[in-house]
């Protein structure tokens, strides 16, 4: 028996699909959009149509004054929204802020004349509650999380229950200090076969930081656990970096330790340093752009580790958006008689989207980097497939008919991977927004060979709001695999869930996620369970 388990940040299962529901009357409506969830191929949002979100519409995500990454709008309900990535910049996660896409002006006609604009009509001064944290700059959440997985033939399993809080700060209490806090930990007790059974407690720390910034100085100070816009090409580090940024460029140092890969505590094994400059157009204009360079050393217990220097670039247009990366190693020592070379390029990235029209998007890419350490929210033998294929190119369009129906189709040619030489074509298809219970169907088809596998994924889910707070999804696949090996049996893996999820007052979030897999050397069955409270 194989039971999957969630490594790094895959805590969340696929059940909290969206994260928000329409606010009762009496409610306050929250102005501000945050991701609530995040998976392979899919971004979910907090607003939906009820807050003027439509299929199509262009979604900025932003952290501090920065915009990290644009999403773009596939399905939507009255209160959420499933958006697809444009651009790859940046690792994305729940809590991080998102706003509307700036958009060109329409063009007026020829020669008109601007009419003068009517005076806005009177309204009546309106004051919301707001909550003491809000006033205070803080908003975030506390969960209670509960997995149970179990094998089908009875053989084994685990039990976990989680706690997590989310927390973010921005001027808190007036002061120039900014909070960025994702802390969570979890108590395992595994069962075996022979009857016995043991437990592992956990503590792993996301993010915690702090940061110094006065909103009318270029200045500023993040020290602790973070992850800088500016530098994605490190990821999450344990550090200082000191940024000087005007409206259309910053450069910034900094210094720190990378945490233990395995339980993200603090290591001092790895040590790294570096600089970079950044220029860009700034915010608030239609067509964004930036341009990063910079340099980073590591050593390893005082060892060489990795030297490179790194080339980032990124355009977000109304119709073209592009995000491009290079990392180039500089190898001395001992690296360089591994290598052979003194300068190496080891890593590459391009994605390219290009909105021909308002219902045809073409996509394409090339990812070349040998090792990327990935953020799961949820793994299911779709991502474990994609994940596999990583590395190569890809060329494909997504696009929509009328209202309520979509389509993508995908081609994709990997190398590096465990499979060896790999191609694969993928086919969607889709309907959503049907109806008052915003009914929506996805399907999904991949045909794929190897130097060591071919076979077919097909995939499908159906989901409905049950109420105008609550949402059920089911959902299913298949992965038939043919191995070109005698000796390495071929197999069929085959999987069924459902989600549900309810947002009660606003504030208080409830997820039930139930799957099982069966086939392929295994078979399990898991239950997961969760309250938040969204503050």
């Given at each position: 028996?194989?039971?999957?388990?969630?490594?790094?940040?895959?805590?969340?299962?696929a059940?909290v699909?969206?994260?928000?529901a329409?606010?009762?009357?009496?409610?306050?409506?929250?102005?501000?959009?945050?991701?609530?969830?995040?998976?392979?191929?899919?971004v979910?949002v907090?607003?939906?149509?009820?807050?003027g979100?439509?299929?199509g519409?262009?979604?900025?995500?932003?952290?501090?004054?920065?915009?990290v990454?644009?999403?773009?709008?596939?399905e939507?309900?009255p209160?959420?929204a499933?958006?697809?990535?444009?651009?790859?910049?940046?690792?994305?996660?729940?809590?991080?802020?998102?706003?509307?896409a700036?958009?060109?002006?329409?063009?007026?006609?020829?020669?008109a004349?601007?009419?003068p604009?009517?005076p806005?009509?009177?309204?009546?001064?309106?004051?919301?509650?707001?909550?003491?944290?809000?006033?205070?700059?803080?908003?975030?959440?506390?969960?209670?999380?509960?997995?149970?997985?179990?094998?089908?033939?009875?053989?084994?399993?685990?039990r976990?229950?989680?706690?997590d809080?989310?927390?973010?700060?921005?001027?808190?209490?007036?002061?120039?200090?900014?909070l960025d806090?994702?802390?969570?930990?979890?108590r395992?007790?595994?069962s075996?076969?022979?009857?016995?059974?043991?437990?592992?407690?956990?503590?792993?720390?996301?993010?915690?930081?702090?940061?110094?910034?006065?909103?009318?100085?270029?200045?500023r100070?993040?020290?602790?656990?973070?992850?800088?816009?500016?530098?994605?090409v490190?990821?999450?580090f344990?550090?200082?970096?000191?940024?000087?940024?005007?409206?259309?460029?910053?450069?910034?140092?900094?210094?720190?330790?990378?945490?233990?890969?395995?339980?993200?505590?603090?290591?001092?094994?790895?040590?790294?340093?570096?600089a970079?400059?950044e220029?860009?157009?700034?915010?608030?204009?239609?067509?964004r752009?930036?341009?990063?360079?910079?340099?980073?050393?590591?050593?390893?217990?005082?060892n060489?580790?990795?030297d490179?220097?790194?080339?980032?670039?990124?355009?977000?247009?109304?119709?073209?958006?592009?995000y491009?990366?290079?990392?180039?190693?500089?190898?001395?020592?001992?690296?360089?008689t591994?290598?052979?070379?003194?300068?190496?390029?080891?890593?590459?990235?391009?994605?390219l989207?290009?909105r021909v029209?308002?219902?045809?998007?073409?996509?394409?890419?090339?990812?070349?980097?040998?090792?990327?350490?990935?953020?799961r929210?949820s793994?299911?033998p779709?991502?474990?497939?994609?994940?596999?294929?990583?590395?190569?190119?890809?060329?494909?369009a997504?696009?929509?008919?009328?209202?309520?129906?979509s389509?993508?189709?995908?081609?994709?040619r990997s190398?590096?991977?465990?499979?060896g030489?790999?191609?694969?074509?993928?086919?969607?298809?889709?309907?959503?927004?049907?109806?008052?219970?915003?009914?929506?169907?996805?399907?999904?088809?991949?045909?794929?060979?190897?130097?060591?596998v071919e076979?077919?994924?097909?995939?499908?889910?159906?989901s409905?709001?049950?109420?105008?707070?609550?949402?059920?999804?089911?959902?299913?696949?298949?992965?038939?695999?043919?191995?070109?090996f005698?000796?390495?049996?071929?197999?069929?893996?085959?999987?069924?869930g459902?989600?549900?999820?309810a947002?009660?007052?606003?504030?208080?979030?409830?997820?039930?996620?139930?799957?099982?897999n069966?086939?392929?050397?295994?078979?399990?069955?898991?239950?997961?369970?969760?309250?938040?409270?969204?503050?």
């Amino acid at each position: 028996m194989t039971i999957r388990r969630r490594p790094g940040l895959a805590l969340l299962p696929a059940a909290v699909l969206f994260l928000s529901a329409p606010a009762p009357a009496s409610d306050v409506p929250d102005s501000t959009s945050r991701i609530s969830y995040v998976t392979s191929s899919s971004v979910y949002v907090t607003e939906g149509s009820l807050s003027g979100v439509a299929v199509g519409d262009r979604l900025d995500v932003v952290r501090g004054d920065q915009v990290v990454a644009e999403i773009q709008v596939v399905e939507v309900s009255p209160s959420r929204a499933r958006c697809a990535r444009v651009s790859a910049g940046s690792n994305l996660s729940a809590g991080d802020e998102v706003r509307k896409a700036a958009a060109d002006p329409p063009p007026s006609p020829s020669g008109a004349q601007p009419s003068p604009a009517d005076p806005p009509p009177a309204q009546v001064p309106y004051k919301p509650r707001v909550d003491w944290w809000r006033a205070a700059g803080l908003r975030g959440r506390v969960g209670l999380r509960f997995l149970d997985v179990s094998a089908v033939d009875g053989s084994g399993g685990y039990r976990q229950p989680a706690l997590d809080l989310r927390l973010d700060g921005s001027q808190v209490g007036g002061a120039p200090i900014d909070l960025d806090v994702d802390v969570r930990a979890q108590r395992t007790t595994r069962s075996f076969v022979s009857g016995s059974s043991e437990t592992e407690t956990r503590d792993r720390i996301y993010r915690l930081s702090v940061g110094y910034r006065r909103r009318d100085e270029p200045l500023r100070f993040t020290l602790g656990r973070q992850f800088s816009p500016s530098l994605a090409v490190v990821s999450l580090f344990d550090g200082l970096v000191a940024e000087y940024r005007k409206e259309h460029w910053a450069t910034g140092i900094f210094t720190g330790t990378q945490p233990d890969p395995l339980t993200y505590g603090y290591s001092s094994d790895v040590r790294e340093y570096g600089a970079y400059y950044e220029v860009g157009s700034g915010m608030g204009t239609a067509r964004r752009w930036a341009f990063t360079t910079g340099a980073v050393d590591s050593s390893d217990h005082g060892n060489i580790d990795r030297d490179f220097v790194f080339l980032q670039g990124r355009y977000d247009g109304a119709r073209v958006s592009a995000y491009a990366t290079e990392e180039t190693d500089v190898n001395r020592g001992w690296k360089k008689t591994a290598e052979g070379d003194t300068l190496t390029l080891t890593s590459a990235f391009v994605s390219l989207s290009w909105r021909v029209a308002d219902d045809l998007t073409v996509q394409g890419g090339f990812d070349g980097r040998r090792s990327v350490r990935l953020y799961r929210d949820s793994i299911t033998p779709e991502t474990e497939f994609d994940d596999r294929t990583r590395r190569g190119s890809w060329i494909g369009a997504d696009g929509k008919v009328g209202t309520h129906v979509s389509y993508g189709f995908e081609g994709r040619r990997s190398i590096g991977g465990v499979d060896g030489q790999a191609g694969s074509t993928t086919l969607r298809a889709g309907v959503h927004g049907l109806g008052r219970p915003a009914f929506a169907v996805q399907a999904r088809s991949t045909r794929y060979t190897s130097d060591v596998v071919e076979g077919w994924l097909h995939s499908v889910s159906a989901s409905a709001d049950l109420t105008s707070w609550s949402r059920l999804e089911v959902h299913g696949g298949t992965r038939i695999e043919t191995v070109r090996f005698s000796p390495i049996p071929s197999g069929r893996l085959s999987w069924y869930g459902l989600d549900w999820d309810a947002v009660l007052a606003r504030r208080i979030v409830l997820t039930v996620s139930a799957e099982q897999n069966q086939g392929a050397s295994e078979g399990t069955r898991q239950v997961y369970t969760t309250v938040s409270y969204r503050f």
